[in-house]
C-alpha cells in the first residue's frame, strides 16, 4: 500500500465514521418523551361511544333544531354516529391508541371522589386520589400536589409544565401560587404577551361574549394553548376545554353537542400539528378524559352530582343524587400507548396521573407514591 492509497483508505473510513455516526447517536438515545393531557368538561360517554342521543334530539326541552341534529350527527348504527360527532376519536385513536369507557363493551372507567362535579374530579385526575375534603368548586388553594407541580420540581421539566383552562378555577385547582405552574384560565390574558397572536387573543378576549361568568369560549383557551406550544414548546402542557358542561347545564343539547364536536375538530388539529412539528413528532403523548359524567335520563342529563354531591350544590329537586355522573370516559394515543381500541376492563379516574408520568417514561410509583396505581394495561 503506497501513500496515496494509504490516504484514500483513511478518507473512505472517516467519511464512512462521519455518515454513520448520526445515525447511531439518533438511534442510540430515544427523543425526551413529551405529554399533552386534555379534559373536556362533563362530555358523557354515552355520546363519546354511542354518537348523539335520539331521545334528546326529539325533547322539545333541549333541542332547537332537532332537524339539523339529526341530519347532521344521527344514523342508525351507533358506529357511525360515533364517527360524526367525534371524527378523531374515531378515526385517529381508534386505530392507534385506546378507548376506555364504552359501558356497553364491558369497558369501565369511574370517578372515585365521592362528590361527581368539577373540582373533586380535577384534583383526582392530577393530584392521583380523591379528597373527601374538596367538597366545592369554590376558589380554594389545592392542599394536594398535583403531578404538574411535581414534574415542574424535576430539573428536565422545570419551567416546560404549562397548563390551560376555560374555567377560572384552574389556578387554584393547580396552586399556582405554589407550584409555579403558570395556568392561563378563565378571563385573564396571556402573561407575558410575547407574540402577534397572543396580543389578538387578549383582544378577542376583551371582545368576545361572556356567556359564563366564570367559563371562557374554548376557541380562546384553544388559542393560547396552541400559540405556547408553538412558540414555548413545553414538555408538558394541560388544556382544559368548559364549553360542553356550561352548554349541557343551560341545557341546550345544539350547543352541547356542537361544543363537542369543535373539540373534537381542535385535538385533530392539534395532533396534527404536534406530528409535524420535530420538537413533538413521534414522542408525545396525548391523553383525553372529562372530569364526570352526566344524568344518563332526558330528565337529569343536564346536571351530575352524587347523592352527597346534591346537597353541598344545593340541587333541590334531586336529592338522591344524579346517577350515572360518576361514569367517565378516558382516551390515549402516542409512543407508550398500546393501538388496541377500546379495552375492557375497570379502571378509576384517580389512575391518570400515574398513567400520564408513566407515558414520559417515568417511575409514578416513586415520584407518587399516595397515587393510584397507573393504567399498565394499555402502556407499552
Ligand atoms: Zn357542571
Redesign the pocket.
Known sequence: MNFRHQELVVTTALLLVLLLLPHHAARAEEPAANLVLVTL??VRWQEVFGGIDLDLIEDERYANSPAFLKENYWREQRNERRQLLFPFLWSVVASQGVLIGDREQESFIDVSNSWW??YPGYNEILTGSADPAIDSNARNWNRNVTFLEILNGIKEFKNHVLAFGSWDVFPYIINSQRSGVPVNSGFTIASPVNTAKSLWLNEISADAPMLWRSVRLDLITNGYAMDALENRHPRVIYIAYGET?DFA?DGSYDRYIDAAHRTDLMLSKLWNWLQADPFYRDCTTLMISTDHGRGNTPDVWTR?ASAAGAVKLGIADAPDGVPGSDQIWFAAIGPHIKAQGILRGHWKQSQIAATALASLQLDPTRLMPQADRAMDELLH
Do not use: L, P, R
Open positions: 368538561d362533563g362535579f368539577s358542561d347545564h351530575h
